[in-house]
T-cell receptor, first 115, second 113 residues
Framework: DAEITQSPRHKITETGRQVTLACHQT?????MFWYRQDLGHGLRLIHY???????NKGEVSDGYSVSRSNTEDLPLTLESAASSQTSVYFC??????????????FGEGSRLTVL | GDSVTQMEGPVTLSEEAFLTINCTYT??????LFWYVQYPGEGLQLLLK?????DKGSNKGFEATYRKETTSFHLEKGSVQVSDSAVYFC????????????FGPGTRLSVLP
């Protein structure tokens, strides 16, 4: 079955370190998204991509970057981790071409703790 | 901009009780509406959706009707089970390039035996 997987599922790091969270989907979806989930804030969009070589900033993109070199992967990088980036991160994908965004499919999440 | 408002809870019910979680939205045009569910330790998964006014989405005993006149998409279930304990998110999408999903804050439901 097609799926979307995230790794690592849990990570503890120190302030100032670079961290990369991986996201891999096997649906061949054009669209991929990164969200963070925090108590009191729900889901907030960090970055998204509508296809290879396309990346866009979401509402909370500061301190994060993504790259899309192929259809399957959208890694999320924290250039210099801060305690405010302690959160649960979700990757999602959707099919959709010609400008239409379909239903979102989510990974199981990556819990990041920055000490 | 687009927004989704839903009761934040937590909501605590006894098994077999009736459930309503209110959701209202603000959006231009004609968005599609969704309910996602998140079980403990898992990602979100689609529960049901409706793509146009008066459509009713249904799945696993849950229902929601797209009411354009009241800009609402309330989630209901006639008899909840302990296994329904989860966080429920209302969301909208205008399904247009450049317009992403907008999620509500989520409502935590606990069902007691």
């Amino acid at each position: 079955d097609a799926e979307i997987t995230q790794s690592p599922r849990h990570k503890i790091t120190e302030t100032g370190r670079q961290v990369t969270l991986a996201c891999h989907q096997t649906w061949n979806h054009n669209n991929m998204f990164w969200y963070r989930q925090d108590l009191g804030h729900g889901l907030r969009l960090i970055h998204y991509s509508y296809g290879v070589q396309d990346t866009n900033k979401g509402e909370v993109s500061d301190g994060y970057s993504v790259s899309r070199s192929n259809t399957e992967d959208l890694p999320l990088t924290l250039e210099s981790a801060a305690s405010s980036q302690t959160s649960v991160y979700f990757c999602a994908s959707s099919e959709g071409a010609s400008g239409n965004i379909g239903e979102l499919f989510f990974g199981e999440g990556s819990r990041l703790t920055v000490l | 901009g687009d927004s989704v408002t839903q009761m934040e809870g937590p909501v605590t019910l006894s098994e077999e009780a009736f459930l309503t979680i209110n959701c209202t939205y603000t959006a231009t045009g004609y968005p599609s509406l969704f309910w996602y569910v998140q079980y403990p330790g898992e990602g979100l998964q689609l529960l049901l959706k409706a793509t146009k006014a008066d459509d009713k989405g249904s799945n696993k005993g849950f229902e929601a009707t797209y009411r354009k006149e009241t800009t609402s998409f309330h989630l209901e279930k006639g008899s909840v089970q302990v296994s329904d304990s989860a966080v429920y998110f209302c969301a909208l999408s205008r399904m247009v390039y450049g317009q992403n999903f907008v999620f509500g804050p989520g409502t935590r439901l606990s069902v007691l035996p």
